[in-house]
DNA sequence: GCACAACACTGAACGATGTTCAATATAATT
DNA sequence: AATTATATTGAACATCGTTCAGTGTTGTGC
């Protein structure tokens, strides 16, 4: 074998992005394994690791086109509305709706630890941090004369807030405690929540 | 080799789920794996298939007990209280506390899955359920007059909102966020829903 | 005190995992 | 055509969860 440049090193590596994402949608990302990517992508183990440091950070980049896919959601989401009001209670909605659409994907986000002191990149927390930004963003309209003090942390509540919701329902531990509607949960959150915020 | 009832079945149980929670606190659930585990307790690998179904099931009794640890601590935390509002807000934070103070038996509360299709059994359910309830419970008298479906989603909505800070904060993943309190965070999130809750 | 049955326990074996790297086959260059 | 450079391979290693035929220990009945 050992063919040459049949692919550019940049197109193995979107293909095998793209082999794990449909190996993880499809199966879950207990599913994925070296050898099992490599042969979807009609390649062997060792190539992959010419183009990945390893697992570890070939689903760091999975997971960043994952954060990239519901940022850009949430943003055509919100660009219809205009009242403050519906335009947060939006970026909660399209948050569970996207998380529901792509469970396995979703998960894998919150499941995959990097090995102990092992920090994620910079452009990887910048991505995390942009969703918080959003947030900030939207509610800075409701909440006049709030110091950004202030709004840092109702952004964070409301978002950590929907992202608990969020993991319980894709565990399914949302059924045992009796919630019927996860968007309604998520609307009980985020309206009360304002409600006490603005005041 | 080969003793004879060194140990009861019992014995060996309650040595494999101490073991366990001692690696598991020490050095993260990644650190867990049969062969360690039975040679931390003095016996072999085989041995502990005769008192574990898998390692499946013993994770799932690692995380039985570490709700139940969880549950006792929140009644402990409660009983000096009277004020309804200090009792709820007082749930919220010894969550927080208990995941603080042991970070990685929290994380493999909510890391563990089970194969697909494979449900916990109901015992385990009735110990989550349990959790929402004393939400519940500690909800009824700030809630006059609404009805148990509101009082329900009320309390799913804080329970699921404290516990995605917990995650948030475990996975450091606040920090990027800009909130330099965990606990305050916590209170405002609480303080607030509640404020808009009871109107 | 002895044989035997019943049981506790072992550990080699299996197939899978992530990862490495000497060997090899192909392309580019001379 | 010969040589160099490099893209790709796949066998090898340590480790994983899991199984189960075999071995050693104990309690029982004679």
Redo the contacts between chains.
């Keep these: 074998m050992a063919r040459r440049s049949d692919h550019s090193r940049e197109e193995i590596r979107e293909m095998a992005l793209e082999a794990a994402e449909k190996l993880i949608a499809e199966e879950?990302s207990?599913a994925l394994s070296a050898r099992k990517l490599a042969s979807a992508i009609g390649y062997t183990v060792g190539t992959l690791y010419l183009v990945f440091e390893n697992l570890d950070d070939l689903i760091l980049q999975v997971n960043a086109r994952t954060l990239d896919r519901l940022h850009a959601r949430m943003l055509e989401a919100l660009a219809p509305l205009d009242d403050p009001t519906e335009r947060i209670l939006m970026l909660g909605h399209s948050y569970i709706a996207f998380a529901d659409a792509h469970p396995h994907h979703w998960?894998l986000v919150?499941?995959h630890?990097l090995p102990?002191e092992k920090e994620p990149p910079q452009w990887y927390?910048d991505k995390?941090?942009r969703m918080?930004a959003l947030v900030e963003t939207e509610l800075e309209p409701l909440a006049a004369g709030r110091g950004s003090k202030a709004i840092?942390?109702?952004?964070?509540?409301l978002?950590?807030?929907?992202?608990?919701?969020?993991?319980?329902a894709i565990?399914k531990?949302?059924d045992?405690?009796?919630?019927d509607s996860v968007q309604?949960?998520t609307h009980?959150?985020m309206?009360?929540?304002?409600?006490?915020?603005v005041g």
């Design positions: 879950g207990k998960e919150f499941e630890r102990p927390k995390v941090r918080f840092t942390q109702a952004a964070a509540a978002w950590s807030g929907v992202h608990g919701i969020c993991i319980l565990s531990q949302l045992v405690a009796g919630v309604d949960l009980s959150l309206s009360n929540y304002l409600k006490g915020f």
